[in-house]
């Protein structure tokens, strides 16, 4: 083989490999789907139904939490109280948010391990889940509330495809169909669809089922999942991603419906946003996110 034949061999391997490695890279982060999906959005018109993430623009950007020295994660909106419900892990608490991002009150943990996500139910009842023993604690408090202990509360303990501390990053609740969705963070990435927990009627026997959709898992075009937010009025899902910073707007079936990016220079965000943990919904659907370490966003629609 001449040097001439050599070197071409030697330059075409190394395109192909190059090009090899792109191909599983854009897989691995799901550029395809993501790609094919924004230019679809070209050719389409905005669902009147759907909430339509891409009008939103940011109106209060990474504003510090004040107080808070441990790391935020999840969120949720509490209609009754009009405030925000958020947990910290490393030293747990269940700390109250005004709507502007500030302290209203802490309340110390006892026995929940690794809080990682905090969901409304109902009056002065929320659901908090334990990342690394994938269990699911009610609670409820009152405005006398000064600690919560897992010892005295509702638990259910799910141990599905359990991955270290992969595992239950979010949560989202559908009043009416009465089902807690339940994001494993990734490795598989998965939602789950509680039934029968926390468990509303004494008079009724007790009684879990555990639905999985295989289908929709696979259409999310994002690399983990952070939190959730269930839409009442559309049905739609909300999905936040911290590794692919985005937030995904999704039906039931996991088909896509819009995204919001949370990129620099993206709906008007002047910084990336650095780790979003938890995203929320109220009843006006202004959408509020905290990130870590102790970061406070809301956007709103123009």
């Known amino acids: 083989m001449s ?8 330059l075409s391997s190394v395109i192909f490999l190059a090009l090899l490695a792109a191909g599983f890279s854009a897989q691995h982060y799901r550029l395809f789907d993501r790609t094919w999906f924004n230019l679809s959005l070209l050719w389409q018109s905005a669902n ?3 909430i339509n993430l891409g009008e939103y623009r940011a109106v209060l950007q990474g504003q510090k939490i004040d107080g808070l020295e441990d790391n935020v994660s999840a969120l949720t909106y509490d209609p009754v109280r009009k405030s925000l419900f958020t ?20 309340i110390p943990l006892v026995g929940f391990g690794d809080a990682e996500a905090i969901e409304f139910i109902e009056e002065n009842t929320y659901v908090i889940t334990d990342e ?3 269990r699911l604690i009610k609670v409820k408090i009152n405005d006398t509330t000064r600690q919560l202990n897992a010892a005295d509360a509702e638990q259910l303990t799910l141990g599905i495809n359990q991955s270290g501390n992969k595992g ?3 949560l989202a609740y559908d009043s009416a169909g009465k089902r807690l969705f339940v994001a494993k963070e ?12 926390p468990h509303d009627n004494p008079k009724q026997p007790y009684a879990t089922h555990v639905v999985t959709n295989p289908r929709r898992d696979a259409r999310l075009f994002v690399r983990d999942l952070s939190s ?7 049905g739609h899902l909300l999905a936040l991603s911290d590794e692919s910073k985005l937030l995904l707007e999704l039906d039931i079936n996991g088909r896509p419906f819009s995204t919001l990016s949370l990129k620099k220079g993206r709906h008007g965000l002047e910084k990336s946003v650095p780790q979003a943990e938890g995203v929320a ?19 709103k629609k123009p």
Do not use: C, W
């Open 87 to 106: 947990v910290t892990n490393k030293q747990p608490e269940m700390v109250e948010l005004s709507l502007d991002g500030h302290i209203v009150r802490r």
């Open 186 to 197: 990734r490795d598989p990435m998965l939602i789950y669809e509680v039934r029968g927990f």
């Open 132 to 134: 690394h023993e994938q």
């Open 228 to 234: 959730l937010q269930f839409d009442e009025r559309s």
């Open 3 to 10: 040097r001439f034949s050599r070197s071409t061999f030697v």
């Open 281 to 299: 919904m109220d009843d006006a659907g202004t959408l509020y996110v905290v990130s870590e370490p102790n970061l406070f966003y809301v956007f």
């Open 48 to 50: 009147p139904d759907a």
């Open 168 to 170: 239950f990053e979010g």
